[in-house]
């Protein structure tokens, strides 16, 4: 990671649960991270945390709902004038309603489309774009996936949450093959957790919270350290290597 001290990564959804702790951990390992989500207020209080802790980076956080293309620009326009441009990206916000394919609201599943699909394809064209106008050749685009991207589980409730992640799958996938043709060796990779212990499962079942902790007790889920970890691995990764997907799940995990 010595190779990134200094430079400036992305980390959106970084206010709670994995997307706070891989913008902690890469604090810890020296880089400037722009934190980024609607509820700036909590990445503040981690920016101060970090800053208490001595960490050798910074944590910036910015304001931004990512439903909406112009503050998603606007974001990128600041940080090219605070801090020239994005290294590393990473596409961390996600999210998951209730919502069947038989009987779902379309205002669920628009609102799924919009920051699993749009906003991080979005977040990845103005990264890419940034790296190239400052002949960045070395930058990292990580989209943080699910195992719901590569398997339908037995669950209506997740159905169209699983479309949109096997969309990230295919973005992922046709981001390397582009990048590959703009003869670039910018990296792109996919990281897939499956259960992990964070305000995912609350979120989605907030009008059962007997379902939600029913989630994390059938066995021992993954922690969000693990996923931030598998990002640190990423970026470690020497140039000529490009790992495509981490796919990972608790032990106990049957599906």
Same mark, same amino acid.
């Given at each position: 990671?010595?190779?990134?001290?200094?430079?400036?990564?992305? @980390?959106?959804?970084?206010?709670?649960?994995?997307?706070?702790?891989?913008?902690?951990?890469?604090?810890?390992?020296?880089?400037?991270?722009?934190? *980024?989500?609607?509820?700036?207020?909590?990445?503040? /209080?981690?920016?101060?945390?970090?800053?208490?802790?001595?960490?050798?980076? @910074?944590?910036?956080? =910015?304001? *931004?709902?990512?439903?909406?293309?112009?503050?998603?620009?606007?974001?990128?326009?600041?940080?090219?004038?605070?801090?020239?441009? @994005?290294?590393?990206?990473?596409?961390?916000?996600?999210?998951?309603?209730?919502?069947?394919?038989?009987?779902?609201?379309?205002?669920?599943?628009?609102?799924?489309?919009?920051?699993?699909?749009?906003?991080?394809? %979005?977040?990845?064209?103005?990264?890419?774009?940034?790296?190239?106008?400052?002949?960045?050749?070395?930058?990292? %685009?990580?989209? %943080?996936?699910?195992?719901?991207?590569?398997?339908?589980?037995?669950?209506?409730?997740?159905? =169209?949450?699983?479309?949109? /992640?096997?969309?990230?799958?295919?973005?992922?996938?046709?981001?390397?093959?582009?990048?590959?043709?703009?003869?670039?060796?910018?990296?792109?990779?996919?990281?897939?957790?499956? @259960?992990?212990?964070?305000? =995912?499962?609350?979120?989605?079942?907030?009008?059962?919270?007997?379902?939600?902790?029913?989630?994390?007790?059938? =066995?021992?889920?993954?922690?969000?350290?693990?996923?931030?970890?598998?990002?640190?691995?990423?970026?470690?990764?020497?140039?000529?290597?490009? %790992?495509?997907?981490?796919?990972?799940?608790?032990?106990?995990?049957?599906?």
């Amino acid at each position: 990671m010595d190779r990134w001290r200094g430079r400036v990564a992305l @980390v959106t959804g970084a206010s709670v649960g994995i997307g706070a702790t891989i913008a902690k951990e890469l604090v810890r390992y020296g880089m400037k991270v722009v934190g *980024c989500a609607r509820d700036v207020e909590k990445i503040q /209080k981690l920016a101060a945390e970090c800053q208490s802790a001595g960490h050798s980076g @910074v944590l910036v956080p =910015f304001k *931004c709902d990512l439903t909406n293309e112009e503050e998603i620009l606007s974001m990128f326009s600041a940080i090219k004038a605070q801090h020239k441009g @994005v290294d590393v990206c990473i596409n961390n916000a996600g999210l998951a309603h209730p919502e069947s394919l038989l009987n779902g609201k379309t205002s669920g599943w628009k609102n799924m489309l919009d920051v699993n699909v749009l906003a991080l394809s %979005i977040c990845t064209r103005e990264a890419y774009q940034s790296m190239k106008e400052r002949n960045v050749d070395d930058g990292h %685009i990580i989209n %943080i996936n699910s195992m719901s991207g590569h398997r339908i589980v037995h669950s209506a409730d997740v159905h =169209f949450y699983s479309s949109t /992640k096997y969309a990230v799958t295919a973005l992922t996938e046709g981001l390397r093959q582009e990048l590959r043709e703009a003869n670039t060796h910018i990296r792109a990779t996919c990281i897939s957790p499956g @259960v992990v212990e964070t305000e =995912f499962g609350p979120r989605l079942y907030k009008d059962n919270p007997d379902k939600a902790a029913a989630s994390y007790t059938k =066995f021992k889920p993954l922690e969000a350290i693990d996923v931030a970890n598998s990002v640190t691995y990423v970026l470690s990764a020497p140039p000529h290597v490009q %790992i495509g997907d981490v796919q990972m799940r608790p032990v106990e995990q049957l599906s």
